[in-house]
Nanobody
Framework: QVQLVESGGGLVQAGGSLRLSCAAS???????MAWYRQAPGKQRELVAD???????NYADSVKGRFTISRDNAKNTVDLQMITLRPEDTAVYYC?????????WGKGTLVTVSS
């Protein structure tokens, strides 16, 4: 079993920055690691993902503002967020895939005030 633990959420003013981090409890060769978010009353959506080879993919709404990175040796994935907007307010979840199995963290709350 793999546990993912997120950290780094909090309250920030619009225009500010936050860095989210996620660490896996065990060492695995995750094919893809990702960040998702779920705002109140909305479905969970993909924010960004990154393959083991370093290829990245971003939601249109965060392109140019968020950067995903991973450390394969440490089994960590980070999300650097700048120029935050009130609409970025959500619970952010770490996700890691091993073949067809998805693992999820419990989430960390990001609140952006206007």
């Amino acid at each position: 079993q793999v546990q993912l633990v997120e950290s780094g959420g909090g309250l920030v003013q619009a225009g500010g920055s936050l860095r989210l981090s996620c660490a896996a409890s065990r060492s695995f060769s995750f094919s893809v690691m990702a960040w998702y978010r779920q705002a109140p009353g909305k479905q969970r959506e993909l924010v960004a993902d990154i393959t083991s080879g370093g290829s990245t993919n971003y939601a249109d709404s965060v392109k140019g503002r968020f950067t995903i990175s991973r450390d394969n040796a440490k089994n960590t994935v980070d999300l650097q967020m700048i120029t935050l907007r009130p609409e970025d307010t959500a619970v952010y979840y770490c996700n890691a895939k091993i073949k067809v199995i998805d693992y999820w963290g419990k989430g960390t709350l990001v609140t952006v005030s206007s």
